[in-house]
């Protein structure tokens, strides 16, 4: 192992302690232990079906899940979807996903229930600990929407892409401008699902509403987001059930703050 290695891994051990396998192949499953206990000295948890890895991870608050994908008894991406939306402590932790059958398919339907880094057999150890670093030492933003949940999907195995940004928007915008629009998107869409996900959307919503009152550089747009996060706190601690149209009404004057091009997009729709 080089020197490199070495630092890097003495960086990661400390967030690789708890560790949760859910892989139904007994063989495959005890090698991933051994390498992480050889890499971070974990203590690693072994499931062989989806309902003990979830057990698990509700119980044990692990700082890393890997999830075998297109096995008949662990059900990778539900484990993700239900950790992601759940109020456990490790709901946002990172999940590596792992198969011998990789398809376009399957790579985007990892990345879009929530996972971090996709993870393809037969593997080296040198892709395993690209993996690791990307997961521990390479922080991305936390997407906590309604359709999504999980860490920024531009970043989607970033121990791996190296190529050119692809998005419209990058590059146009300023990082923080790219951050409050996606706040504002996601409270646009978070009030459409008051009523369909409402304790999703409210927490969609408050998260983005406390986001934009760190992010904002207009006093405008912190006032109204702090007006809205007063609405939806009130609303919390009476237990009133959330209605959209409550919602739209609290949520109007901060929208204003959405591009002109996005608010059309969304009369349109």
Known sequence: MFDGDKRIIEKMAPRLKRVVVADPTLASARLFSELMRDI????????????????IAETCDPQLIVLELGAADVEGLA??????RSTWSCRKAPIITVTGAATAGMILAARDAGVHEFLRKPYSMKDL????????LKERDWVEGVA????DRRRFNSGEYAGPLKRKTDGSETPYQQ????????????????????????????TQATSLQTLATDFRLT??????YRHLMKHTQSGAPLT?????????PLLTFLPKEEARTAEAA
């Open 244 to 252: 959209r149209a409550a919602a739209e009404s609290w949520a109007k």
């Open 129 to 136: 600990i690209r993996r690791l670093e990307a997961v521990t």
């Open 79 to 84: 484990i993700a979807r239900k950790i992601r």
């Open 40 to 55: 971070a000295q974990s203590h690693v948890w072994i499931a062989h079906n989806t309902e003990r890895a979830l057990r």
């Open 223 to 228: 006032l109204a987001a702090s007006e809205f």
């Open 179 to 206: 951050k409050i629009n996606q706040c504002l998107k996601i409270v646009r869409a978070a009030v459409a699902a008051s009523e369909t996900d409402p304790e999703q959307a409210m927490r969609a919503m408050l």
């Open 148 to 151: 999504y949940i999980g860490p």
